[in-house]
């Protein structure tokens, strides 16, 4: 193992689970060879199940889908002094 290894490993330490997941995830996703995209696809999928969102918010439908929100234009200019 290179001392470069063993600087990550240790700076590893201490971390949270939640930090080591996030860093793992961050790896599989932007590091790791193309040839193993699938398997890292996978285990994503199944880590992205358990994730706790960051956002109250993350991922939810806010606006209605019958909603048109070209209809405030008028409004919003108006607020804004436009």
Request: proline share 1%.
């Amino acid at each position: 193992m290179s001392t470069l290894q063993r600087q990550v490993i240790q700076s590893l330490n201490g971390l949270s689970e939640d930090n080591l997941q996030f860093l793992l995830d961050m790896i599989q996703r932007f590091m790791k060879p193309k040839e193993s995209a699938q398997e890292n696809l996978r285990e994503s999928a199944v880590y992205r199940d358990r994730v706790r969102r960051i956002g109250s918010l993350e991922g939810q439908d806010l606006i209605d889908a019958d909603y048109d929100i070209d209809d405030c234009n008028d409004e919003i200019a108006e607020m804004f002094g436009v």
